[in-house]
T-cell receptor, first 118, second 115 residues
Framework: EPEVTQTPSHQVTQMGQEVILRCVPISNHLYFYWYRQILGQKVEFLVSFYNNEISEKSEIFDDQFSVERPDGSNFTLKIRSTKLEDSAMYFC????????????????FGPGTRLTVL | AQSVTQLGSHVSVSEGALVLLRCNYSSSVPPYLFWYVQYPNQGLQLLLKYTTGATLVKGINGFEAEFKKSETSFHLTKPSAHMSDAAEYFC?????????????FGSGTRLSIRP
């Protein structure tokens, strides 16, 4: 069964450093998402991406964050200058085209990248 | 705006007992509703979802949930708990008509199973 993959599984970085989290969505999916989960808290939406553009972003997704689909398979999240509070599990998700009322909007999640900022 | 409230951050049941995890939602538009499960140190796995049609939805691992519009609820049940069901369960909602709609998650309920 196709699945979303993410690398690395765990990333440790120093405060102020740039990190890039990588995701390979399911191959025929066209919508891509990033979510994060701070330890012990709920999963929060960061950004959605379609047709090489951001569709929607949350207030968390400030100028320190950016997303890119550099080729036909990868989807990346970049944090330019990491802060301690960026420490979290970051989940990538993808979905296919949804048809109204027909329930094809399911988002499939990757296993996550645990980011630790020291 | 959409939101999800999960009642009970921790639920403990005996093996073989009924599992009931409660979820209430708020949505200004017809919602899509989901239950996701997260096993320790793993990602989020979709258990089941409600979009339109039949209000009783069956998912994987013997779980099911019923959409009750009048009560704005989407409670998750399983008739007989198994030790392998121990995990964190998240109820979630999205706007069904939008393909790129963000998912709003509840705070999660940790399910423990007693031998």
């Amino acid at each position: 069964e196709p699945e979303v993959t993410q690398t690395p599984s765990h990333q440790v970085t120093q405060m102020g450093q740039e990190v890039i989290l990588r995701c390979v969505p399911i191959s025929n999916h066209l919508y891509f998402y990033w979510y994060r989960q701070i330890l012990g808290q709920k999963v929060e939406f960061l950004v959605s991406f379609y047709n090489n553009e951001i569709s929607e972003k949350s207030e968390i997704f400030d100028d320190q964050f950016s997303v890119e689909r550099p080729d036909g398979s990868n989807f990346t999240l970049k944090i330019r200058s990491t802060k301690l509070e960026d420490s979290a599990m970051y989940f990538c998700a993808s979905s296919t085209i949804g048809v109204e009322g027909q329930g094809t909007d399911t988002q499939y999640f990757g296993p996550g990248t645990r980011l630790t900022v020291l | 705006a959409q939101s999800v409230t999960q009642l009970g951050s921790h639920v403990s049941v005996s093996e073989g007992a009924l599992v009931l995890l409660r979820c209430n939602y708020s949505s200004s538009v017809p919602p899509y509703l989901f239950w996701y499960v997260q096993y320790p140190n793993q990602g989020l796995q979709l258990l089941l979802k409600y979009t339109t049609g039949a209000t009783l939805v069956k998912g994987i691992n013997g779980f099911e949930a019923e959409f009750k519009k009048s009560e704005t609820s989407f409670h998750l049940t399983k008739p007989s708990a198994h030790m392998s069901d121990a995990a964190e369960y998240f109820c979630a909602v999205s706007k069904g008509y939008s393909s790129a709609s963000k998912i709003i998650f509840g705070s999660g309920t940790r399910l423990s199973i007693r031998p």
